[in-house]
């Protein structure tokens, strides 16, 4: 795969992940939306979906189910810090299961939107 394909592969799957947890945390917390919500949350993906593709799974120093589970877990965790700060109001175990939620969904239906987009396009 060219250098462009492989940036436009990971530009599609950084979109589709982000998105899908955005509007998952819209959907769910509509109440107290700050301003500029959309630009927060892409913002903490662009900080964490690098780190966990490029970081822990492209690395090849462990399985990949230990690879998986760390970068899931940086992710979780470190959007949970993000979350609380976005949404003010609410607490640490909120935040933790929005993000928990939020990455559980992107995760399990992002490859379904992926295969149903390529399938349509065959």
């Given at each position: 795969?060219?250098?462009v394909g ?51 799974l ?7 189910l ?57």
């Amino acid at each position: 795969m060219s250098l462009v394909g492989a940036g436009l592969s990971y530009l599609y799957v950084f979109l589709q992940s982000a998105g899908l947890e955005a509007l998952f945390l819209r959907a769910t917390e509509r109440r107290q939306l700050p301003t500029r919500f959309w630009s927060k949350i892409f913002l903490m993906n662009a900080i964490t979906h690098p780190l966990v593709v490029y970081g822990w799974l492209a690395d090849g120093w462990m399985t990949n189910l230990q690879a998986v589970i760390l970068a899931e877990a940086f992710a979780v965790l470190s959007e949970t810090f993000f979350l609380r700060r976005i949404l003010k109001n609410t607490s640490w175990s909120r935040a933790f299961a929005l993000s928990l939620a939020a990455n559980l969904l992107s995760w399990q239906v992002a490859p379904l939107l992926t295969w149903s987009f390529v399938k349509l396009f065959r």
